[in-house]
């Protein structure tokens, strides 16, 4: 048994009490139980022991906090109707000291997929094999195709950088007889003779 630290948030009471558990099969693999008094934030005049339970995925079994690759959490009250933070604590002590045996039906793997990860690998291998074989059959048909693409899909990038560059062009050249329209109109204001 170990202290547990703080895991039960703002309704913790007091010290928690932890006891873990290494999965025989799996290294890394990590069943905590950590027990606590507790409030019930509903009804904040009751006090109860609470059991957390982790489930930890770890590359270095002797620090789990630094090496974590995956967890899960579930929480259960184990007994109510204590009467004081103290008699709680106790209780949490006592449980957590009697907890000699993992009750956790887990295989030791994350949950994050449902499957193993050989399937995702069988895949990459099955569509590395199809492109290969197709290449294989059909190469020089797939690799005319593809540079005949790439052909069209340049000579439709040129053609677009030609109808701006050529829009550009208009619109310099007109900006270029709106500024001389301009000019030469404040020339012949200056030119008018002024009545005397």
């Known amino acids: 048994m170990l202290p547990g ?11 928690s009490f932890s006891v873990r558990f290494h999965h025989r099969d799996q290294p890394g693999a990590l069943v905590t139980y950590c027990y606590y008094a507790t409030l019930d934030l509903d009804d904040l005049t009751s006090i109860y022991v609470e059991q957390q339970t982790e489930l930890l995925v770890c590359t270095d079994p002797a620090d789990p906090g630094n090496t974590e690759v995956w ?3 579930s929480y259960a009250a184990v ?3 204590l009467d004081s933070v103290e008699a709680a604590t106790t209780a949490a002590r006592h449980a957590a000291e009697s907890h000699l045996v993992c009750d956790e039906v887990w295989s030791g793997r994350p949950h994050w997929g449902g499957r193993p990860r050989r399937e995702p690998m069988m895949w990459t291998a099955i569509w590395t094999l199809l492109a290969f074989v197709l290449l294989l059959f059909h190469g020089d ?8 693409q790439l052909r069209a899909h340049r ?5 677009l950088q030609r109808e701006r560059t050529k829009q550009a062009l208009i619109g310099h050249d ?4 709106v500024w001389r329209q301009l000019a030469g109109a404040a020339d012949t204001s200056d030119q008018t003779p002024k009545p005397s």
């Open 174 to 177: 007109r900006d270029a007889l």
């Open 79 to 81: 007994q109510h109707g």
């Open 5 to 15: 630290g703080d895991v039960g948030g703002d309704a913790q009471l007091d010290e």
């Open 71 to 73: 967890s899960d959490y």
């Open 155 to 159: 000579a439709h990038r040129l053609d």
């Open 141 to 148: 048909s797939i690799l005319a195709f593809a540079a005949e």
